[in-house]
């Protein structure tokens, strides 16, 4: 499976928008982009997927490379209840039994101060 | 809408007891599955299903059964709890193979002793 590379932490004022970066460098050509977030003591959250062109939905943007070797999840004004780990997970395409699963890795832990 | 819920919440067990974490989702979704999550390391799958009647193994499977008897649950067994066991669980379901959007329950912190 592909990997991602995230950094461990990131510190961001509240009220202005937040980049996370994701590195992917062996990403295959049909891999998706999936975003997960995990605030405490929870469940991980659905954030927003893509594959090749930037996505924009309630929550955030996914901007994408050109190459697709790395993405950028924008949170366009962040709040503290945004406070959490932001997972960037690649997912082959579903070709049946077998290939049904995300890979999470440790994420980035986003902090909001206030 | 309740989503997953998983049950307990929390569950206190000794080495060698048995029990079964609970999962539930009112969805209708086709796929479910089991994480784990340990303390600086990302979820694990433990167990996926990609409807009832089927069930394969992911990456840490060794000590945990699962069965899929519904679509809406999604039970998995632990036979003969291990410290090693010790960790918090995620049941996940998702419309269609590929977890494209996956709701997560809230997990069930187990601690063995």
């Known amino acids: 499976d592909a990997k991602t590379t995230q950094p461990n932490s990131m510190e961001s004022n509240e009220e202005e928008p937040v980049h996370l970066p994701c590195n992917h460098s062996t990403i295959s050509g049909t891999d998706y982009i999936h975003w997960y977030r995990q605030l405490p003591s929870q469940g991980p959250e659905y954030v927003i997927h893509g594959l090749t062109s930037n996505v924009n939905n309630r929550m955030a943007s996914l901007a994408i490379a050109e190459d697709r070797k790395s993405s950028t999840l924008i949170l366009h004004r962040a709040t503290l209840r945004d406070a959490a780990v932001y997972y960037c997970?690649?997912?082959?395409?579903?070709?049946?039994?077998?290939?049904?699963?995300?890979?999470f890795g440790t994420g980035t832990r986003l902090t909001i101060i206030p | 809408n309740a989503g997953v819920t998983q049950t307990p919440k929390f569950q206190v067990l000794k080495t060698g007891q048995s029990m079964t974490l609970q999962c539930a989702q009112d969805m209708n979704h086709e796929y479910m599955s089991w994480y784990r999550q340990d303390p600086g390391m990302g979820l694990r799958l433990i167990h996926y299903s990609v409807g009832a009647g089927i069930t394969d193994q992911g990456e840490v499977p060794n000590g945990y059964n699962v069965s899929r008897s519904t679509t809406e649950d999604f039970p998995l067994r632990l036979l003969s709890a291990a410290p090693s066991q010790t960790s918090v669980y995620f049941c996940?379901?998702?419309?269609?193979?590929?977890?494209?959007?996956?709701?997560f329950g809230q997990g069930t912190r187990l601690t063995v002793v």
């Open positions: 996940a379901s998702s419309y269609g193979g590929g977890m494209v959007e996956a709701f």
């Open positions: 997970i690649l997912r082959a395409p579903s070709r049946g039994f077998g290939n049904e699963k995300l890979t």
